[in-house]
């Protein structure tokens, strides 16, 4: 293991470390946990934004989920895609988004050039009380928005506070 050598500069100033020696090892635990902080921060940007191969369903939405008074609002991120590229269901207590599209390049000649299938996915755990017969699905301007309203019994009921 590498030691530090030291001078030391000024009397009451502590010892300047040597032009290209090691760090104490006091601080290696933080920087090696900050460096793991960033590499995860990484990875998941990265695992965000391109096709996870891991799970076989391509890549993910951005998704922002709500709960309002009356419903629980999803909406999901899902540019490039048409209405009917959708498969919204709700299954048990899961609300799953699917988008499934194929694109095909012709040349000049009217032979395939390019042949590319995009796939979406995405799964959300929704709270108990939703009225499953009237949930709405709407697509526009690249951005799917699922409306999911609450039973009667799932809505919050508002207790007025007395004075004592």
């Not at 095909?104 to 959300?124: A, F, H, L, P, W």
Request: charged share 35%; net charge negative; glycine share 6%.
């Amino acid at each position: 293991m590498a030691t530090q050598i030291a001078q030391k500069t000024k009397e009451n100033e502590a010892p300047a470390p040597r032009a290209g020696a090691m760090a104490p090892v006091r601080e290696f635990p933080f920087f090696l946990s900050r460096m793991r902080d960033e590499f995860d921060r990484l990875v998941d940007r990265l695992s965000h934004y391109m096709p996870t191969l891991w799970d076989g369903e391509g890549w993910r939405w951005g998704l922002d989920v709500r709960e309002e008074e009356d419903a629980v609002v999803v909406q999901a991120e899902a540019p490039g895609f048409e209405s009917g590229d959708f498969d919204v269901q709700v299954s048990d207590n899961r609300l799953v988004l699917r988008a499934s599209k194929t694109v095909e390049t012709k040349d000049e000649k009217g032979g395939v050039r390019e042949y590319r299938e995009q796939k979406c996915y995405e799964s959300v755990t929704l709270p108990p009380g939703i009225d499953r017969e009237k949930v709405e699905a709407k697509y526009h301007n690249g951005v799917l928005t699922v409306t999911l309203p609450k039973t009667a019994e799932a809505k919050a009921k508002r207790i007025t506070v007395k004075n004592a």
